[in-house]
């Protein structure tokens, strides 16, 4: 109801990716999500299953890039 009047107000609840976020309106606790259009679509199954994976790869990639950064720093060091 409220929102019918006023609109939604939606809150990140998540981060996925930098350019993916979870969205959820503070009212009736509808949720959106970043599609990969860049815009914003309702939070289906689907999407919560496609960003569980984008997730996944995102948090395995910034591992990668920070073990890479202490080992180049390392390497740094000694030359
Ligand atoms: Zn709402």
């Known amino acids: 109801m ?3 009047i006023f ?3 939606y809150q990140v609840t998540k981060k996925v990716t930098y350019h993916v ?4 309106c503070r009212h009736c606790k509808k949720e959106l999500t970043t ?7 309702e939070l289906t199954p689907k999407f919560k299953e ?3 994976i984008l997730e ?21 060091q000694l030359v």
Do not use: D, V
């Open 2 to 4: 409220y929102c019918n």
């Open 7 to 9: 609109g939604h107000e």
């Open 21 to 24: 976020k979870e969205y959820t």
């Open 35 to 41: 599609n990969s259009n860049g815009t914003l679509t």
């Open 50 to 52: 496609i960003n569980a």
């Open 56 to 76: 996944r790869i995102h948090t395995t990639r910034m591992e990668r890039l920070k073990r890479k950064s202490i080992t180049s720093s390392i390497y740094s």
